[in-house]
T-cell receptor, first 111, second 114 residues
Framework: RKEVEQDPGPFNVPEGATVAFNCTYS??????FFWYRQDCRKEPKLLMS???SGNEDGRFTAQLNRASQYISLLIRDSKLSDSATYLC????????????FGPGTRLSVLP | DADVTQTPRNRITKTGKRIMLECSQT?????MYWYRQDPGLGLRLIYY???????NKGEISDGYSVSRQAQAKFSLSLESAIPNQTALYFC?????????????FGPGTRLTVL
């Protein structure tokens, strides 16, 4: 079992749809959580950090459930420009290989 | 100007050649990382360094070596390139190991080994 797992995807949704991404992690020592976005053949870029209280940035909402070791990302009113691969990332602070990446879920928003 | 730069951006080479990929950063971060990404697969860690005198193997270090020449520079070498090392390579940096610090990535180097 991988340490960080995500929905396999791909997700193909129409413009304006709401789409949810799910991520689970197995190491309870994980302390920081992130969603990164990666466009085709480009570098991953931070979309948002995920806090225990949940956080929102415009159309994007991230949630963390430490008890279930589960992270989610919700995109509302999806745009064509949201098409990308979304990577779930956890940081096991004070571990050697501290950042652990999920395999990613590809999203295509269709006109 | 980009905070994390990689050179070259694209490279085509032949089996058996020695290749060096370079990474520089202006973020002042102590921690630097090298990853490879293959189509349909996630990022896999090759090597990481937490300061100039610290080098650690990642999950797929065989066939690779690194050099941390300075805080701002971290190079990845393929001593004798082979075709299955064809991939997209990313350098990344991060600040001190504390809750909330994220990684920053360079633009990547696309390497093709023929």
């Amino acid at each position: 079992r991988k340490e960080v797992e995500q929905d396999p995807g791909p997700f193909n949704v129409p413009e304006g749809a709401t789409v949810a991404f799910n991520c689970t992690y197995s190491n309870s020592a994980s302390q920081s959580f992130f969603w990164y976005r990666q466009d085709c053949r480009k570098e991953p870029k931070l979309l948002m950090s995920v806090y225990s209280s949940g956080n929102e940035d415009g159309r994007f909402t991230a949630q963390l459930n430490r008890a279930s070791q589960y992270i989610s990302l919700l995109i509302r009113d999806s745009k064509l420009s949201d098409s990308a691969t979304y990577l779930c990332v956890v940081n096991r602070v004070n571990y050697g290989q501290n950042f652990v990446f999920g395999p990613g879920t590809r999203l295509s928003v269709l006109p | 100007d980009a905070d994390v730069t990689q050179t070259p951006r694209n490279r085509i080479t032949k089996t058996g050649k020695r290749i060096m990929l370079e990474c520089s950063q202006t973020k002042g971060h102590d921690r630097m990382y090298w990853y490879r990404q293959d189509p349909g697969l996630g990022l896999r860690l090759i090597y990481y360094s937490f300061d100039v005198k610290d080098i650690n193997k990642g999950e797929i270090s065989d066939g690779y070596s690194v050099s941390r020449q300075a805080q701002a520079k971290f190079s990845l070498s393929l001593e004798s390139a082979i075709p299955n090392q064809t991939a997209l390579y990313f350098c990344a940096t991060s600040g001190r190991d504390r809750v909330g610090n994220e990684q920053f990535f360079g633009p990547g180097t696309r390497l093709t080994v023929l």
